[in-house]
């Protein structure tokens, strides 16, 4: 087995320009080898919010305390119930674990997309994570198989086509004053779509030069090396660019 991390890999030319630009992570340098990555993760944002952070980030305690002695208690609950057991409510059957478990780190893998909210809520009345759900959702009924293969033959038709995604906008005349040839321009959210496929590619990419059949795989081999979330973690960001929620803020990385 091939430690992902350490393979250079093929030219990554043809990964579309919108995920190369907006993959900030790819660019930012990984802690030291012996880091717990969930410790960097508090000292490097607290870090960020003791120095130029305040300047952006505030925090009010008396609205805080007023926020918390205000809660609705059993309204809170009723959503934490919700959300632990949101993969009890999709109207899914899959064929084992396995398949499960690849369906659910692919989801979790595209958690993107909340810049496009409001161009998402106006083309097709749902915000960035349900086109995301909707379209993973969409991949599994249609049979897309999304193991590391199956996520390198992705294109941006299918993108389109299962999250719902339009490329392109209102057609105009090419010649002004005539509607003899019309043309389209590309949709506000062509980028999220470029994303999402660039995001799928890498990932499909990685997961093949390194010997794994899909992200269950990597997963399972991981938690096999050492069942921990800290493990877990730094393996998968250490392996794929597209987890790595991180940027270089004034010569520092959050």
């Not at 000292?43 to 007023?66: H, M, Y």
């Not at 915000?127 to 909707?134: C, E, L, M, N, P």
């Not at 719902?164 to 389209?184: N, Y």
């Not at 269950?216 to 877990?232: G, R, V």
Request: net charge negative.
């Amino acid at each position: 087995m091939v430690l992902i991390s350490e393979l250079s890999g093929d030219s990554d030319s043809q990964l579309p320009l919108a995920w190369k630009t907006g993959c900030t992570g790819e660019n930012v340098a990984l802690p030291p080898a012996d880091t717990n990555y969930l410790t960097s993760v508090r000292v490097s944002t607290a870090r960020f919010i003791g120095s130029t952070g305040q300047s952006l980030v505030g925090v009010n305690p008396e609205q805080v305390r007023r926020y918390v002695d205000t809660l609705d208690a059993a309204k809170f609950d009723r959503y934490i119930k919700h959300v632990n057991g949101w993969t009890h409510k999709l109207p899914l059957v899959f064929d084992n674990m396995a398949q499960e478990l690849n369906f659910i780190a692919v989801l979790d893998l595209l958690q993107l997309g909340s810049g496009f909210r409001a161009e998402l809520h106006y083309a097709a009345n749902r915000g960035a994570s349900d086109t995301i759900r909707f379209g993973c959702i969409s991949f599994h009924i249609s049979q897309t198989h999304l193991d590391a293969r199956g996520l390198q033959a992705l294109t941006l038709g299918d993108i389109s086509q299962n999250f719902g995604i339009p490329l392109f906008g209102d057609e105009r005349p090419m010649t002004k004053g005539s509607s003899a040839v019309m043309v389209s321009e590309a949709s506000d959210l062509r980028p999220l779509a470029e994303i999402i496929l660039g995001c799928l590619h890498d990932t499909g990419k990685r997961l093949e030069q390194g010997g794994y059949s899909s992200l269950a795989d990597f997963i399972l081999k991981m938690c096999t090396e050492q069942p921990t979330a800290a493990h877990l973690v730094k393996k998968l960001v250490s392996a794929f660019p597209s987890l790595r929620d991180a940027a270089d803020i004034n010569g520092q990385p959050v």
